[in-house]
Nanobody
Framework: KVELVESGGGSVQAGGSLTLSCAVSVYFNSGNCVGWFRQGPGKEREGVAGLYTIYSSSTGNPYYADSVKGRFTISKDNAKKTVYLQMNNLKPEDTAMYFC?????????????????WGQGTQVTVSS
């Protein structure tokens, strides 16, 4: 069973930064995708960023939603089995519950519908 535990959420003013962390209980030898999703008030859940854990680099061939490109960076520390989401220049519309998720399918890490393991979420609130 794969377990994902998020941390690092909080409240910040617009323009500020936060870093979320996701501790992953299992890395498969064949690799898996770990990603971040968010669900804002009254909105559907959307994929934000995803990466492959199998690559040795810290960024793992990342995928990003257009809404966060240039502001958010996903990275990983394989030794710690932890995936991070660095969020810069935060905007009030980034306010949401952020979830860490994983999948082990052959589909790419930008195929948001493939993610089937979920953490409990961490709240991010950005004030104007």
């Amino acid at each position: 069973k794969v377990e994902l535990v998020e941390s690092g959420g909080g409240s910040v003013q617009a323009g500020g930064s936060l870093t979320l962390s996701c501790a992953v209980s299992v890395y498969f030898n064949s690799g898996n995708c770990v990603g971040w999703f968010r669900q804002g008030p009254g909105k559907e859940r959307e994929g934000v960023a995803g990466l492959y854990t199998i690559y040795s680099s810290s960024t793992g061939n990342p995928y990003y939603a257009d809404s966060v490109k240039g502001r958010f960076t996903i990275s990983k520390d394989n030794a710690k089995k932890t995936v991070y989401l660095q969020m810069n220049n935060l905007k009030p519309e980034d306010t949401a519950m952020y979830f860490c998720a994983a999948h082990y399918a052959a589909a790419g890490c930008g195929i948001w519908s493939e993610y089937n393991y979920w953490g409990q979420g961490t709240q991010v609130t950005v004030s104007s």
